[in-house]
């Protein structure tokens, strides 16, 4: 009973809701039939406000466009410099108004007008692009600069809110090329007039740079000088003479001790020397180093400020012709240094090598750094003028040896005294700073320039030095041994050779030539060891000076022994006469003759004095030991002379000038 009851009320409840399920969708049928006519009237009224809205501003903008040209008049006729991007900002709209008269009523005055208002502004942009270059550039001076050839510095050549305005004018510009170029004439073109600007105030701030650069390096680049920097280079050559000034500086060369660097110059005193060139070939490298910065920091502003498809024209134009100009007083600094390696002033080409370095480590950097073509205008020039040094430089290498091997002035330039000769001072002086240029001069013997990061491996360019120097030593021996035929004297001959084989000998131990020809096995002998026997050969043929005095020394009847109570006959008496004779007079004359002859090295010179004294002293001791009491002169005093001491004096005395 009370399952159906339950059933029942349940029943009655649908119906009941279902009723008024019904009844409610049939009021919101009816409510929506009431509200969506109001509605779609109301968007009927939106839509016309809204249209309304926009053609009042649209007539707005048509109205503004008619007094837009009074409007910007006088702020578009003014210059630049108040607001940069304020005044962009009018000649966007001025550029919008010309835009809408051209669509809708292109033949209209207002057209003309707002054109010849745009073409005002933009001249005014121009302009105002020239003056920031020319007033806000920064003033570079050499402390803004980097003297490491190694990394090359970007440096600001403008001041950067000026920079800042410079970009927002040419990307203006630029955006705004095609419109320009549809309606006005082909020759309004304000890209190109920008680029123009840009190049002429450009050019003229990297010549001004430069010129201030050089001031300070006392160099006479760009301006109205003589060429080679404005000075006037002196022929500088060898000197011949055999005089006491070039022994003293041969002296004080054989007792220096040290490795010789590329600033060491003090090795060559014997040879006049042209500051002129070796200071201006310096300051020429720290020029161009400078130089080198200014060109890439002047590359990268390019990329800044001006369009990327002219960046190349426009860097070209900057760059070309102070590179030219650079290329040429470097050729007139190569052309110096070939006339004065001409006069056998060969230390010129020790500025070249350091020009060489300097130039060759800033191409090394631009391309490594900065992809720059150096194959290719305006940075061609450099690879011009290292080619030339290459040149040059291996072309003096080549003549040096030919002139140390033939040496043309044979025997007016050999010393009376038997010293070191300049030209073996000379040529170990400058091997010696070959040494220090090692890699660049192997380099070059090599015959290969320097690309990019490459070098040769390190055991070729010792085997090159190694070869060249070889070459060099062999060929200075030769003419050695020629000039010493000069002397007519075969002790002094060989006394000069031995002065010269023992300075080479000191110059190869002192400096690192001789572990670079052991290292490199060139002969395959010991050149210490030859040198030395080479020494003591000549030494054999020095002695021979005192081979009379020998011969009057040793008795041939070396058996007899005379005493003081024997009588001797005149013929005894005459023969121990004529060896006292002939002994004090050698001794006397050779007292003379090799006072006036001279040998540099103190320690050599007394191993000369100690050789005479041993071979000598002894033999004259016995000589007298053996005479002094014989009665062969009723004035033995009067042929014993000297007594040991005086002769060890007197042998002594040789090789000393002073006396």
């Not at 010129?211 to 006392?218: D, G, S």
Request: glycine share 2%; with cysteine; hydrophobic share 35%.
């Amino acid at each position: 009973v009370s399952t159906q009851s339950t059933g029942k009320k349940s029943s009655s409840l649908t119906e009941n809701m279902k009723e008024r399920l019904t009844q409610f969708d049939d009021r919101l049928i009816r409510l929506k039939d009431q509200i969506m006519p109001v509605y779609d009237e109301m968007q009927v009224k939106i839509r016309a406000q809204t249209n309304g809205e926009l053609a009042i501003k649209e007539l707005d903008k048509v109205a503004r466009y008619y007094c837009l040209r009074e409007e910007l008049d006088r702020t578009i006729s003014n210059d630049v410099s108040s607001s940069v991007p304020e005044y962009i900002k009018n000649m966007k709209e001025l550029s919008k108004a010309i835009r809408f008269f051209l669509d809708n009523n292109p033949n209209s005055n207002e057209v003309k007008k707002l054109k010849e208002l745009f073409h005002t502004g933009f001249n005014n942009m121009c302009k105002e692009f020239e003056d920031v270059l020319k007033k806000r550039s920064r003033n570079v001076t050499i402390k803004d600069m980097s003297s490491d050839g190694d990394k090359l510095p970007i440096i600001p050549l403008i001041i950067p809110e000026a920079k800042e305005n410079l970009s927002l004018i040419s990307k203006w510009v630029a955006e705004n090329h095609v419109f320009v170029k549809n309606n006005y004439p082909p020759d309004v073109d304000f890209v190109r007039i920008i680029c123009t600007n840009y190049v002429t105030v450009q050019k003229k701030y990297l010549r001004e740079k430069l010129e201030m650069l050089a001031n300070a390096e006392q160099l006479a680049i760009f301006a109205n000088a003589t060429p080679i920097m404005g000075r006037r280079v002196r022929n500088a050559e060898i000197t011949r003479k055999g005089s006491k000034l070039s022994r003293e500086n041969v002296r004080r060369q054989s007792k220096r001790g040290h490795k010789r660097t590329p600033s060491d110059h003090t090795s060559i005193q014997t040879i006049k020397e042209d500051i002129n060139v070796e200071q201006t070939a310096k300051s020429f490298a720290k020029v161009g180093n400078y130089f080198a910065q200014l060109i890439k920091s002047e590359y990268y502003q390019i990329q800044d400020l001006i369009t990327p498809s002219l960046c190349e024209r426009v860097f070209v134009d900057i760059v070309e012709p102070a590179m030219t100009h650079f290329e040429g007083e470097g050729m007139s600094l190569v052309k110096a240094a070939k006339e004065q390696i001409l006069n056998n002033n060969w230390v010129a080409v020790f500025p070249l090598i350091m020009l060489y370095q300097s130039l060759n480590k800033i191409k090394c950097s631009l391309i490594s750094e900065d992809q720059l073509d150096f194959e290719t205008a305006p940075l061609a020039p450099i690879s011009k003028l290292i080619s030339a040094i290459t040149t040059c430089v291996k072309e003096t290498l080549d003549q040096f040896k030919c002139f140390v091997e033939d040496d043309a002035v044979k025997t007016s330039n050999v010393a009376s005294d038997g010293t070191v000769h300049q030209l073996t001072s000379n040529v170990m002086s400058i091997c010696g700073q070959l040494l220090a240029y090692e890699e660049t001069v192997g380099t070059l013997l090599k015959g290969v320039q320097h690309q990019g990061t490459r070098k040769l491996p390190q055991s070729n360019i010792h085997r090159q030095m190694a070869t060249y120097i070889n070459g060099i030593l062999k060929a200075l021996e030769k003419n050695l041994e020629s000039k010493s035929k000069v002397y007519d004297n075969k002790s002094l001959s060989a006394l000069f050779l031995m002065n010269n084989y023992n300075y080479i000998r000191n110059n190869l131990k002192e400096s690192e030539i001789l572990t670079l020809l052991q290292d490199n096995h060139h002969d395959g002998v010991d050149l210490d060891a030859r040198y030395i026997d080479w020494i003591h050969k000549q030494m054999e043929v020095y002695r021979l000076w005192y081979q009379p005095m020998i011969d009057v020394m040793t008795d041939s009847n070396t058996g007899t022994v005379f005493r003081e109570s024997d009588k001797l006959k005149d013929s005894q008496k005459d023969a121990i006469k004529t060896k006292f004779k002939v002994f004090n007079t050698t001794l006397e004359e050779q007292l003379r003759i090799q006072q006036k002859w001279a040998i540099p090295d103190p320690q050599f010179r007394e191993w000369v004095r100690e050789g005479n004294i041993e071979a000598i002293i002894f033999r004259y001791e016995d000589m007298c030991k053996r005479y002094e009491k014989v009665n062969f002169s009723s004035n033995n005093k009067k042929y014993i002379i000297y007594s040991t001491e005086d002769v060890e004096k007197t042998l002594t005395m040789f090789f000393d000038q002073k006396f």
